[in-house]
């Protein structure tokens, strides 16, 4: 059985810096696409970032891109979200994600990943 766990959010001052963290176990992901997905209240789960198991080919959604990287540690199974340059917008809960039907179309689409893991708070205070 697939499980996954975050860890590593918290409040941070506007400007700063967290990194994210998503343990994967229950079994070999080397055909999954690990996905990161945020939803703050009220409004609908957003794309964040995903990234192939196997090559590491990533993707990262416009309101992210040059100040979120992800990366994965085959050795722990885990995957990463190093977040920079932190914005009050960026306050949310956030979610890792995975599956092995992922396509580079449906990278994007919360909808097609079928394993989550119970999310984490990060909040930015500005």
């Known amino acids: 059985q697939v499980q996954l766990v975050e860890s590593g959010g918290g409040l941070v001052q506007a400007g700063g810096s967290l990194r994210l963290s998503c343990a994967a176990s229950?079994?070999?992901?080397?055909?999954?696409?690990m996905g990161w997905f945020r939803q703050a209240p009220g409004k609908e789960r957003e794309f964040v970032a995903a990234?192939?198991?196997?090559?590491?080919?990533?993707d990262y959604g416009d309101s992210v891109k040059g100040r979120f990287t992800i990366s994965r540690d085959y050795a722990k199974n885990t995957v990463y979200l190093e977040m920079n340059s932190l914005k009050p917008e960026d306050t949310a809960v956030y979610y890792c994600?995975?599956?092995?039907?992922?396509?580079?179309?449906?990278?994007?689409?919360?909808?097609?990943?079928?394993?989550w893991g119970q999310g984490t708070q990060v909040t930015v205070s500005s």
């Open positions: 994600a995975t599956d092995s039907t992922i396509t580079t179309t449906t990278m994007r689409v919360h909808a097609r990943y079928r394993y």
């Open positions: 229950g079994r070999s992901f080397s055909s999954y696409t």
């Open positions: 990234i192939r198991w196997s090559g590491g080919s990533t």
